[in-house]
């Protein structure tokens, strides 16, 4: 059937009809949906896993069993995750086991720019990189070929612009392979260093297959074989007729990617193009046979110059990073650019656009506290979440942001380093779910080398900013069924945490008067915020407030929380023109206040009316919730 | 072969424009174009400014649209159709919601709103469709359902496609219970003068 995929469905979809049985994953932007839409075929047992590196694990457990398996992340991840890759590399797997990993060039939703492609070359694991969303679906297939035939993981990347486009797909049967019994072989699967001493000759010897196996496709494919299976690399060569002048230089270029789209976009069938599919290895004859082909060899490739330096090691005359970017993500407009084509232009107004930086939602829970740690002046050392918006104005307060867990981790060494001075003023913040990814680990370092630290757990009940997946302390599973549910002040005093205290954000004074007494105390602490996401579906919003505009003495006061839903503007009784002198008072969008009454509490005049007694309220939930 | 054509739709992270082009990559896949509907998930949704691509032809490569390259701009909100205006060709045209949402910055007090920004974009010789999408989608009965007026402004652009066709596809589309609605926004789109 012919469909418009989104390239992650089309991964999912490549992972049903390729007979996966297995898929852990942990949700990261782009690379959510794969598991998301995955869990959505019954065939497939799917599970969000607290991390990329225990996702990898159990999806090797199941590989190892005999079943195809399947674990996704994004690029940061396979940080995470590189532990198990780079030895899973001498083991070899059973049955399939692809790993799908999505960057972020442009860094659209990311901490950094990192090309996974590294990790690949790095870890002498084949990668294969689709350019659409029907590559997406074949490569997934062919991925899982490619992993029983050569007996190692495969690692199919995506990248933001091939995972979060739809384009059209060909959608086939599920084939499920027949099933490869466990067998004990432990010289193979018991890396240690005798055993690992013989592998790592046959993970050598494997790398030259694969280049054979790549190249041997594209030969096979120039004999007319049309087989999909084959086609990873393919050469397209340019239509004489269309070259303007028969003394134009013959271009070529060699890309791969959402890369090869811009590269057709802009030249269609006027120059040659070598398309890789496989991106590690890659076919040494290939690319020497394509660029002796051609006058001038140009190398489209997004983030580092990979396929370019390979080139250069074979000795072969290419250009690429001198005049394409380095930082970004392509685009048309830039390879019509680097290569002097006509780029088209825009038009643009005078005027200065205030630029419109993503805000924390009216009514999130996470707004109190950071609320009150600026108010105390306390140095926060934040994570990786929604709650990373903390650091933005009017609130700025998160002053640190590096990866998963590295809150706990790092407030343990500041206030070691000075000598616990610091720890009266300083925490970490970090949200439940990446508290279960990276976070619990840091406190048991705080409990076992005992600084005077304070860790404050934003527990919204879900992974918020990858768009509502549930996690080990929610109760629930992918499939929105009930799971099995930590809890997190039991989890903390078991570490031996025994200053364990929750607070309702929502109420500023009891939050202050916590993180006060808290951050004052001898020995670690641990505060759980605990309120849920106010889009969670379970969460019951109040009726939006309103202000008198009697009463509001224009002091902005309210303005101090940075809720999107409050704004300064004339009196509404205002009869002349409003000018620059004109005083305000604040008002509030009833469309955007859900009546969580944090602005009331800011309010020395009573301005506020019209909240409700009991605010936002929330049901025990149950389904799912994205 | 005829030529890719890009539709971009830009708006406030929450405002709903995902329905938007997931009807129009339905109803374009019907008329038997080939298609590719691009957007940027995670972190720019909070509140952020948010844009997807829609292009459709013979044959499209490019997922995404750059500047100077859009047939239509459709836009939920007034200063994001002036943000991406570079976008536009020269010879394009925006449809935009003349409602306007302050980003933070204009909140805060650090930027303010640019003013008559319909006027200034026309007189930069850009052919612009100012609509109230908000009363006339509570006319129909939800204010949600501005986007639905909005694409029944779009249609007007969109000769070679029948009514029966965008029927069809806000029936596939959109949840059984909302059609009727959904269909009277677009209606009331439909029928505006601009």
Known sequence: ?626 | MKKTRNIMIVGVGGQGSLLASKLLGHLLLEEGYDVKVSEVHGMSQRGGSVVTYVRYGDKVYSPVIDEGEADVIVSFELLEAARYLSFLKPDGRIVTNTRQIDPMPVIIGAASYPADLVQKMRAKGVKVDALDCLSLAEEAGSAKAVNLVLLGRLSHYFEDIEEDAWDRAIEAVVPQRFVELNKKAFALGKALKE
Not at chain 1, 173 to 199: C, Q, S
Not at chain 1, 232 to 237: D, G, Y
Not at chain 1, 289 to 298: L, M, N, Q, T, Y
Not at chain 1, 444 to 466: H, P
Request: hydrophobic letters at 35%; one cysteine or more; charged letters at 25%.
């Open chain 1, 1 to 626: 059937m012919k469909t418009l995929l989104q390239g992650n469905a089309a991964v999912a979809r490549g992972l049903y009809e390729a007979g996966c049985a297995f898929v852990s994953s942990y949700p990261g932007t782009p690379s959510t949906e794969i598991t998301e839409e995955a869990a959505k075929y019954d065939e497939i047992c799917c599970e969000w896993a607290p991390n990329e590196k225990v996702a990898m694990e159990a999806a090797f457990g199941a590989c190892l069993a005999g079943k195809r398996a399947f674990c996704g992340m994004k690029h940061v991840g396979l940080n995470v995750a590189a532990d198990p890759l780079f030895t899973m590399s001498y083991t070899g797997v059973n049955a399939g086991l692809v790993i799908g990993v999505a960057d972020d060039a442009g860094m659209h939703s990311s901490q950094n720019e990192q090309d996974s492609r590294h990790h690949a070359i790095a870890a002498k694991v084949p990668m294969l990189e689709p350019s659409d969303s029907a590559e997406a679906l074949a490569f997934t297939k062919l991925a899982f070929e490619i992993s029983e035939r050569f007996d190692t993981p495969v690692l199919l990347k995506m990248c933001t612009r091939v995972s979060h486009s739809q384009s059209v797909v060909e959608t086939g049967e599920r084939m499920v392979p027949p099933e490869r019994p466990y067998e004990k072989d432990i010289a193979k699967y018991v890396m240690m260093p005798g055993n690992a001493k013989k592998r790592h000759p046959v993970v050598e010897d494997r790398t030259k297959a694969l280049r054979a196996y790549f190249e041997a496709g594209f030969q096979q494919y120039k004999e007319g074989d049309r087989d999909v299976t084959i086609v990873l690399n393919r050469i397209e060569m340019r239509n004489e007729e269309e070259v303007v002048s028969p003394f134009a230089k013959h271009l070529g270029i060699i890309t791969s990617s959402t890369s090869y789209q811009y590269v057709k976009e802009v030249f269609g069938n006027r120059a040659s193009i070598l398309k890789l599919g496989a991106v590690n290895p890659l076919p040494d004859e290939l690319l020497t046979e394509f660029a002796g082909e051609v006058d001038r060899v140009v190398v489209v490739e997004e983030l580092d110059p990979v396929i370019e330096e390979h080139c250069k090691a074979l000795g072969l005359k290419v250009e690429g990073k001198n005049i394409l970017p380095l930082i970004d993500e392509l685009s048309q407009n830039k390879v019509a650019y680097a290569l002097r084509e006509q780029v088209p232009q825009g038009k643009k107004l005078d005027d200065a656009i205030p630029v419109r930086p993503p805000v924390m939602c009216a009514g999130c829970p996470h707004r109190g506290v950071f609320y009150t740690l600026g108010k105390n002046k306390c140095v926060v050392l934040g994570d990786i979440g929604c709650y990373t918006l903390g650091a933005v104005a009017p609130l700025s307060a998160m002053e640190m942001t590096l990866c998963m867990g590295a809150s706990v981790s790092a407030v343990h060494g500041f206030n070691k380093a000075t000598g616990g001075e610091s720890a009266k003023k300083t925490v970490g913040v970090i949200g439940d779910s990446t508290f279960m990814h990276s976070g619990m680990t840091g406190l048991a370092n705080i409990a076992y080398n005992q600084s005077d630290s304070t860790v404050i757990i934003l527990d919204n009940s879900i992974t918020g900013m990858t768009g509502h997946q549930d996690n080990p302390t929610t109760g629930y599973n992918i499939k929105g069924d009930p799971a099995g549910k930590i809890d997190l002040e039991a989890l903390c005093k078991a570490m031996g945490i025994e200053n364990v205290s929750v607070v309702d954000p929502y109420d500023l004074a009891e939050t202050d008067r916590i993180i006060k007494e808290e951050t004052q105390k001898e020995g670690p602490s641990v505060i759980i915020s605990r309120r849920p996401c106010v889009l969670l579906k379970n969460v019951r919003t109040a009726k939006p407030l309103r202000v008198n505009p009697d009463k509001c003495t224009g002091c902005t006061a309210c303005m101090k929380i940075g809720c999107p839903a409050i704004s300064m503007k004339e009196h509404p009784a205002l009869r002349v023109p409003a000018t620059s002198t004109t005083p305000r008072v604040a008002v509030v969008d009833q469309t955007l206040c859900v009546g969580c009454n944090v602005c009331v509490q800011m309010c020395h005049f009573d301005a506020y009316e019209g909240m409700s007694k009991e605010g936002i309220t929330y049901a025990e939930r149950g389904g799912k919730q994205s």
